[in-house]
């Protein structure tokens, strides 16, 4: 479903501020991989997600999204193929729009927009359904502008839209980072019931070691732009915080030294 083969990314080339942030990167997902990716600032997390979404260019190697080649397709081309949640809940959702609109929104991305494009009662009961789910009262307040919400509703909200039509791959960066640990917990929660539901192809960003054993098919470690760890089925199923700390050390030469992620 993914393919990515030996890309390197690098900013600022030829100057003092040059930083090679991907160093030959390659990654094969299979359709309804989930991905947890791990690994302390710089390690080229975000940088490789933002490659495959076509926010970056890279400067050598392929991308390639449910066998097409996305390499040089710039990212609104790259759009229909993709769900993506941001580590800011402010970002997914159009906060001066009502709660109906932004569903509607993500519903009907890829279809063409006519004159007409009121949203129908039986619209509006597929929509109360879908947040019923959810659990968090959303579904009597379609008429409410998101701006109102909190940030984990309007989380929520985003996660809900990027899996709505089942896109071809799921990038979440981080997407629970900015949530207190309660509304986290749920969000990943309903994350992972959403993924596995419609069977999704995932990659998901996270600080938290326990949270990147815990969810998912299969761990992938990147540090200094590489990838140094990839541990799949029963082999991800033994680790333990403890364990993965050992074989980063091993593979890197280098000891664990991101706080943010060992204190989560």
């Known amino acids: 479903m993914l393919k990515i083969d030996g890309i390197y990314k690098v900013f600022n080339p030829g100057t003092v501020n040059q930083k090679i942030a991907l160093r030959d990167v390659s990654i094969h997902l299979e359709e309804g991989d989930f991905v947890t990716l791990i690994g302390g600032n710089g390690a080229g997390k975000s940088t490789l997600l933002n490659c495959v979404a076509g926010v970056y260019g890279v400067d050598k190697g392929t991308i390639h999204i449910a066998g ?97 039509k089942k896109p071809k791959l799921l990038l979440l960066d981080e997407h629970t980072a900015a949530l207190d640990p309660k509304t986290a917990e749920r969000v990943l929660s309903m994350t992972d019931q959403l993924i596995k539901e419609n069977n999704l192809t995932t990659m998901m960003i996270t600080h938290n070691m326990r949270d990147a054993i815990k969810y998912g098919n299969r761990l992938i470690m990147m540090h200094d732009g ?20 050992k074989r980063f050390g091993n593979a890197s030469g280098e000891e664990f030294a991101y706080d943010r992620t060992l204190l989560s």
């Open 68 to 164: 097409t080649d996305v390499t040089k397709l710039p990212e609104h081309k790259r759009a229909t193929m993709l769900g993506r949640v941001f580590q800011d809940p402010m970002m997914g959702t159009a906060s001066d729009m009502m709660l109906e609109e932004n569903l509607a929104l993500a519903l009907r991305r890829g279809q063409p927009r006519g004159l007409k494009w009121g949203i129908t009662n039986r619209e509006r009961e597929t929509y109360r359904q879908m947040l019923s789910r959810l659990e968090l009262g959303l579904e009597n307040r379609l008429q409410t502008k998101v701006g109102l919400l909190s940030g984990g509703q309007r989380q929520a909200i985003t996660l809900l839209m990027a899996t709505i």
């Open 226 to 245: 590489r990838v140094i760890l990839d541990i799949k089925g029963d082999e991800k199923k033994k680790l333990t915080v403890e364990s993965l700390l």
